[in-house]
């Protein structure tokens, strides 16, 4: 008789797994954690400074510990946070902010406009949509303690949006230093402090309640409006294998557990105690990007192959096989937004096109240079995604390799610009909500800005060109706008979607109040109940 990995889990339940949960998680376990939420995550968090990157784990590290100056609310329209007051001028050229009482650092010193004006400088710095306004010589100085301007040469109309994705405020001492270099404090003004004491890298981190911070007086909304956090403190713990994080999850040992698999859905529904919920309503979409920098992808027709290459459905098949919660997606601009359009896509096939692929391959010139695809094996979509596509690569005589790493490691790799023999990569997968990819401005992925830009640094002038018109244009131009650009990405080929996927998170039932946004899991408004 076959014994199916169902099964086996399920006996393990029933015979008391707790036994298989790590022994650091239970040395946390106490009779009186009822204001505690444990939470087990997607991926280790091993970079703390959501300026050098923009991984999920360190998005939401920060959201926690940070405060941002505008905030999204459900319907995706920016609301002030940490403003008070703001205005701009007749011309639209010049903003003026002026905080809102009661803002503080952990440290216990008041977060002051100078504070903002060089989180602000440094975060633009970094890339993305920041690119747009500096590159327009945008002036952003303190005017008094609480209050600070920006000027630009020329309107633009999405900058409080631009403020709202996302631009954590720091203090002056941490954010003044170059956007590569992390700040490796975790001080911030946010709703929870980091637990330095606690901190357990590689196994656990901890957060608690900042009982000094002052929530807005609105209602929460989305991300924006009152953070009011009602435990006082949230642990994550650290556990790689996903049988044992569901076998936590059933013992009420954790209270959240973030990605199942698909084939432990039926696992979780079962139990009256648990519950599948989708918080990022958009779905996630699934890429790969390639080094356009080095061999054998800095060739436009060598990146066209692996576009030709790709079968979505196969990929959707290891990643979320069940039809109900993934689909395939040809725009470059996701599946579900204003802008999506089917200009360009004579290259999605059922299948893929591994024939085309292969000549294109030939007509680069490939000369069997190593492919090195970055593997992070914590993430089990992208772990499968991942060894699919050097399979399907070798298939067609390239010399295609994994590198396997955990998350953390793939996170630090991936800033090597160098080529592979010197410890650069190739290819990676990742995924963002399809919501993002609907705002070129706001999504640096979305950028093809060479070096400037994010990872695998793809080039196009008359991308970017086309790019800097978006944010003063109404709604029918930017589809229009959208069709010209996607007519280029496709064409130069330096990102390639593999599917969108709905992932629920799997909670206790105690577990409520969790606020459903794209990209970023906020830890506020949660309430636990006894259980």
């Not at 642990?235 to 009420?252: E, K, M």
């Not at 492919?371 to 993430?379: A, E």
Request: charged fraction near 25%; glycine fraction near 8%; include cysteine.
């Amino acid at each position: 008789m076959t014994i199916s990995r169902r099964e086996v889990l399920k006996a393990g339940v029933a015979t008391g797994t707790v036994l298989a949960i790590p022994s650091v998680l239970r040395a946390q376990k106490a009779p009186t954690d009822a204001r505690t939420v444990r939470m087990v995550k997607v991926g280790g968090l091993t970079v703390f400074d959501p300026v050098v990157t923009t991984a999920n784990i360190t998005q939401d590290h920060a959201t926690a510990i940070y405060d941002t100056l505008f905030s999204l609310d459900s319907k995706f329209v920016p609301q002030p946070q940490m403003v008070g007051k703001w205005g701009v001028s007749d011309d639209k050229k010049t903003y003026t902010f002026e905080l809102r009482d009661g803002l503080g650092w952990h440290d216990g010193r008041p977060v002051t406009a100078a504070d903002c004006v060089a989180s602000i400088r440094r975060s633009f710095e970094a890339g993305g949509p920041g690119q747009l306004m500096m590159a327009q010589g945008a002036d952003i100085s303190k005017k008094d303690d609480k209050t600070f301007t920006i000027a630009l040469r020329e309107p633009l109309g999405v900058l409080t949006l631009m403020l709202s994705q996302y631009r954590y405020i720091m203090r002056e001492k941490d954010a003044d230093r170059p956007a590569t270099e992390a700040v490796t404090t975790n001080i911030g003004s946010g709703p929870f402090r980091f637990n330095q004491s606690l901190a357990k890298p590689g196994a656990s981190f901890a957060y608690d309640r900042n009982e000094k911070y002052v929530p807005r007086s609105e209602p929460s909304d989305g991300l924006a409006g009152a953070k009011i956090v009602n435990v006082d403190r949230v642990v994550w713990n650290n556990i790689g294998d996903q049988q044992t994080a569901l076998a936590a999850l059933h013992a009420g040992e954790i209270d959240y557990f973030e990605g199942p698999p698909p084939d432990l859905f039926a696992d979780i529904e079962s139990d009256p105690n648990l519950a599948l919920e989708v918080l990022d309503k958009s779905g996630q979409d699934y890429f790969l990007r390639m080094n356009c920098l080095q061999k054998p992808f800095d060739s436009v027709k060598a990146r066209q192959a692996v576009l030709h290459l790709v079968d979505q459905e196969a990929f959707l098949s290891v990643i979320s096989p069940d039809p109900k919660y993934s689909s395939t997606v040809n725009s470059f601009f996701g599946s579900g937004n204003p802008v999506s359009n089917d200009e360009n896509t004579g290259w999605f096939k059922k299948g893929g096109d591994p024939e085309k692929a292969k000549q294109l391959f030939a007509e680069a010139g490939y000369a069997g240079e190593k492919v090195v695809i970055l593997d992070p094996t914590d993430w089990r979509e992208a772990d499968n995604a991942s060894q699919l596509l050097a399979v399907a690569l070798q298939k067609i005589g390239v010399n295609a390799e994994v590198a396997p790493s955990d998350w953390g490691g793939l996170v630090a790799r991936r800033n090597k610009k160098g080529p592979v023999e010197d410890g650069g990569w190739s290819i990676f997968i990742t995924s963002e909500s399809d919501y993002s990819r609907g705002d070129p401005i706001t999504d640096s992925t979305l950028s093809m800005n060479g070096e400037k830009g994010w990872y695998g640094w793809p080039k196009s002038d008359e991308y970017e060109a086309l790019r800097a018109k978006w944010a003063n244009v109404d709604t029918a131009e930017r589809k229009a706008l959208a069709r010209k650009m996607q007519q280029i990405a496709w064409n130069l080929a330096g990102t390639v979607l593999l599917g969108r996927v709905i992932s629920p998170i799997a909670r206790r039932m105690t577990l409520t109040g969790l606020i459903g946004m794209p990209e970023v899991v906020p830890m506020w408004n949660m309430r636990k109940a006894s259980a």
